[in-house]
């Protein structure tokens, strides 16, 4: 009990210490995973699928964010108003990347499965060959190693909190998350396309009857789920690089914040991945770097035996 | 407007997927780009300087394009003219009799052919002619050692042909015979390899009470552990639905890796051990110890290989195993006849996790060294798309189809087409396990059982999908 | 009083907001043919779904009374405990193995019951051998008292609605139950396929000594069939007593549409 006792303590002094820091920089990691979360609870809505492959259209993001920034920047690293023109442009890229991926995805590995009105054991695994084939095909392509974005901005403590400078970085991150997500929930709840896509989820079969075009409405929930995940994409790419395996970890720790909020609730998504990612940050203070990775994990396998349902529950769930 | 009722026509898409499908391949076998010059594989991939089937100097995009044309010409062509080929075929192979709209000496041929192969099929239904066909495939197996003499080959043929045939083989009774989705298979084979390690005295961890046993005393060490895990790991798991088992698997799977790479003074952490002593029996007038040469270990592996074979096939057929088929056809009308799901889900688990164990027995007691590198999640994803490409659910299926695809890894690794680098064959992978699901479903050589069970899914019956959504009344 | 079969005991069963069965108490004696009615909705399904361990009510007791009258409480058991125990169903909609045949389908019910071990199933010893003989004798003679001896080898997805309906049957009495709860058995079945299940459910009563209780629809059938009735409306137990009286009850008449015993009558 001694010994235990001890490591609690020293490493709660080092939490207290970082406290702000920490927040901050789990606040941030946690919209990224909130935002690559809703491309699965979207999907898993309408389909009652997990798409398998949505990590390698977050990376799909990464790199056509990527791409682009370097057609665009030159030597020298832009600042004031060219930084955020750029970082917008970054972020429609990496959206539109992860839109197009996600739309390619759908034609080629589910639409022929659901013409076949195919059993859902087939989805998964065309969604696993699929991931299987795109992270591939880019680690031929592109490399290897990391590939570092271009600077788009001068990366400089902007504030601090109690004495926990606030990088700019991680205030690119809450800004652009934030307005994606209200965006995002604006739309679905306002416009005709969510209205169909919460219509296909309640009940595919009566939204058809009601005259929602399902094709359509799956079409476009794969390019908003893309497109948030590409975006997602670019701005895990400004602070950690682009490479071909950036997709599996962020992905599958994104898709357990789905979970922990629970599935199929776009606000639990959020809520998910906020979580996770304060508990991942917290946990720096306790655990060895190489361990971190558990803690997602062992979150994950915690959620999926204690309560399946998540936090808000699964709200297009089933009865008993 | 005029664009989308262009681009819905039928002839627009077959010819679009073509184009898109040849620009793919044309991008996995082009030349690589690199971290440094990320752009310079789709450039190559393209522009490169290629030769027109010999006759002339061009760029890869034009020779593909022509092979993209040629491509859709026969697709439409088979499209219109294959219909009546395919309905003579498949009208004479169902009545056994010749359809009274087919006349001609052209479709006379044809129905020659099909009854030809109806009969192929009744015989091949005969037990002997089974158990002669097996028979003669064993006696093939064992003398193949001294026909394929080429070292690569050998040792190929035991640490990646046998290995695998038995890890999908394991595979196949979770994912095949009880329909559960298992990602983090890999775990078990390494359990075996590490507990083998152990046992033997390889690892930093002493071996239990000091003794360092020969690796065939880990066999059964090793399968009780690993069925041990099998039933630790199961038991909380396998009550979730079939999806989500998917993903627990997977995420045990990466937790053990990080464990094994990052825990030094258990495991040897990444360097892993290479101590472990080869096999040998000293019983009695037995005295034989198994070198550094890979031809006895195949005729050892070979032995085991059969014996799970004929136990699982036992137990296919068994009541155990029709419990399974109850199980995931129709989980709750089984639990309405008193079949309890869990226990047989978990005894899937263990009994698969045995197979898997073995081969890491076997793998350790070979190779000499275990590595946390050998045991990461694109193994596990290779076993099932072993088990997927032959067919879930059978046995033969499995088998073949880890010999084909492990057989043409290691040929294109042996003997590589200038234009194929052993890292792509993930590529071609994920691209198979696509194309499989959408052509072939049941596999290479599908069990007649899930075949039914797939087309009554696509048919709209049964209630095979419960299992994975845990949609219930 | 160790004559029961079921002993249901103020049983409320919820699901978040809607209340599925309220209050519910009854009882079916060993032996009986029991029906329970009621309009849709009444909560017919959720009680069969409680009696078999598929649901847990919140509230009540429900006893089961195996062989030898020994009890044993439904609530807080998995189904398919107490399906061993002995209480099978047949589902609304047929539920079968639909890529096994009919023969394949009821050998899985009779073999169920057969103490499992996966050594002794692979080695086939003799123990074995002989389990398997007996569990295929008496899966021909379940078909054969079903009468789908002649479509033993069918795939059971190419069986008509009555067919099917007799399969889950047999198969329901492979597993050698003290009761069969049979979840409307005639729906969807034509006037002579009725008349042979009518027929075939008295059968199994009076030549197994199997208790039945049966939810249905159809009410020339059940005033037939069965010999008491349980009436349940928005998950209540309304009435309850002989056909006779139930016709005549003016509580049953009003719930379903209708104010006439005609009425009643047209609904068959």
Known sequence: MGAFGHYLTSHFATLRLEFWGLLVGGLATGFIYGMVAIGYTLVYGVLRLINFAHSEIFMCGGFASYFVMKAIVGTSVPSGFASIGLITLGVVAGAAGGAIAATALERVAYRPLRRRNAPKLAYLISAIGASYFMYNLAGKEFGRYNIAMPQLYLNHPVFSIFGAPVELYYLVILIAGLIMLIGLDRLVATTKLGRSIRAVAQDAETASLMGVNIDRTIALTFILGGALGGAAGFLFGLGSGVVYTMGFTPALK????????????????????????????????????????????GILVLVLLVRPTGILGERLGRSA | MKLRLLLARPEVKRLVSCLVGVALIELMTGPSGSSTSPTAGISGSYAERFSFFGLFQTVRCVTFLFVALVIFGLWTLWLTWGRRWRGALTSASVAGAVSPVDVGRGRTMLVGFARAIVKFRTMTRLRQVRMVFLLALLAFATVLPHIETDPFWQAAMVEQIEVFVLLALGLNVVVGFAGLLDLGFVAFYAIGAYTTAWVTGALPTAAPFGIHLNPFFAIPIAIAIVMVAGVVLGAPTLRLRGDYLAIVTLGFGEIITIFANNLYGITGGSEGTNQIPHFSIHLGPINYAWG???????????????????????????????????????????????????????????????????????????????????????????????????????????VLGAIVIQGVTLYLIHSAPGWYQSSDQLIYIGALLVVMMIFRPAGLLPSRRRKREIGMAEAGEGHMDELLTGDTP | MSDLIFDVDHVSLRFGGVISLNDVSLHQNRGEILAVIGPNGAGKT???????????????????????????????????????????????????????????????????????????????????????????????????????????????????????????????????????????????????????????????????????????????????????????????????????EIRSNPAVIEAYLGSSVEAMDEQA
């Open chain 1, 254 to 297: 994104a898709f357990t914040a789905a979970v922990l909020g629970g599935i199929g609730n776009l606000r639990g998504a959020v809520l998910g991945g906020l979580l996770l990612g304060l508990a991942e940050s917290f946990s720096v203070a306790f655990v060895q770097a190489a361990y971190i990775d558990v803690v997602a994990f």
């Open chain 2, 292 to 398: 550094l040469g890979p031809v006895p270990y195949y005729y050892l592996t070979l032995v085991f290989v059969v014996l799970f074979i004929v136990a699982f096939s036992l137990l296919e057929h068994s009541r155990v195993g029709r419990a399974w088929t109850a199980i995931r056809e129709d989980e709750v009308a089984a639990e309405s006849i008193g079949i309890n799901p869990l226990k047989y889900k978990v005894m899937a688990f263990a009994i698969g996790a045995a197979s898997a164990g073995f081969a890491g027995v076997m793998t350790a007691g070979q190779t000499f060294f275990v590595n946390p590198s050998s045991f990461v999640l694109p193994v596990s994803i290779l076993i099932l798309v072993l088990v997927i490409f032959g067919g879930m659910g059978s046995i033969a299926g499995v």
């Open chain 3, 46 to 244: 959720s009680l069969f779904n409680s009696l078999t361990g598929v649901y847990q009510p919140q509230e009540g007791t429900i006893t089961f009374y195996a062989k030898d009258a020994k009890a044993m409480s439904v609530i807080g058991k998995k189904a398919h405990r107490v399906a061993g125990a002995g209480v099978a169903r047949t589902f609304q909609a047929s539920r079968m193995f639909s890529a096994l045949t009919t023969f394949e389908n009821v050998k899985i019910g009779a073999e169920s019951h057969h103490g499992i071990g996966a050594v002794g199933a692979m080695l086939k010893g003799p123990a074995t051998r002989r389990d398997e003989k007996a569990s295929d004798e008496r899966t021909i003679d379940l078909l054969n008292f079903v009468g789908l001896r002649d479509k033993a080898n069918t795939l059971s997805a190419s069986l008509s609605y009555g067919d099917r309906r007799r399969l889950e049957i047999a198969r329901g009495l492979a597993t050698q139950p003290q009761v069969l709860l049979l979840d409307e058995p005639a729906a969807g079945t034509n006037p002579s396929e009725k008349l042979g299940l009518a027929n075939l459910i008295r059968k199994v009563r009076d030549d197994m000594g199997v208790s039945i209780l049966l939810i249905e629809h159809d009410m020339k059938l059940v005033m037939s069939l069965a010999e008491r009735l349980y009436v349940l409306n928005f998950g209540s137990v309304i009435a309850e007593g002989s056909p006779a």
